[in-house]
């Protein structure tokens, strides 16, 4: 299984980026998916999680209402729309795939970064000030 995060790139405060992660294999629609992030000197961070049929999502308190997940199970894509981007938003963007979702209901998804089991190479966001 590979994931492959892309859509990175430099904005202005205020700006919109959309970013995708598309995933190998045939079971991407069992999977329940998340992004996450890492800024610079800090700890890996939950940002972003959907269900395996995208019924259900989280989000963190400090992107809601700003940032929007969403998957097209047959495309075997994930994506995450960021909207009012703001300098606290830059960091390192992973996208992540739980396979255990499987065994649970559709609803499920995870926010802790240890549950998750494939990982992609993640892509860079940078918002200026």
């Known amino acids: 299984v590979q994931l492959q995060a892309s859509g990175g790139g430099l904005v202005q405060a205020g700006g919109s980026l959309r970013l995708s992660c598309v995933a190998s294999?045939?079971?991407?629609?069992?999977?329940?998916l998340g992004w996450f992030r890492q800024a610079p000197g800090k700890e890996r961070e939950i940002v972003a999680a959907?269900?395996?049929?995208?019924?259900?999502?989280y989000y963190s308190e400090s992107v809601k209402g700003r940032f929007a997940i969403s998957r097209d199970n047959a495309k075997n894509t994930l994506y995450l729309q960021q909207n009012s981007l703001k300098p606290e938003d830059t960091a390192v963007y992973y996208c992540?795939?739980?396979?255990?979702?499987?065994?649970?209901?559709?609803?499920?998804?995870?926010?802790?970064?240890?549950?998750?089991?494939?990982w992609g190479q993640g892509t860079l966001v940078t918002v200026s000030s």
């Open positions: 992540a795939a739980d396979e255990s979702a499987k065994y649970y209901s559709d609803s499920y998804w995870h926010t802790g970064a240890d549950e998750y089991d494939y």
């Open positions: 959907i269900s395996r049929r995208g019924g259900s999502t």
């Open positions: 294999g045939r079971t991407f629609s069992e999977w329940a």
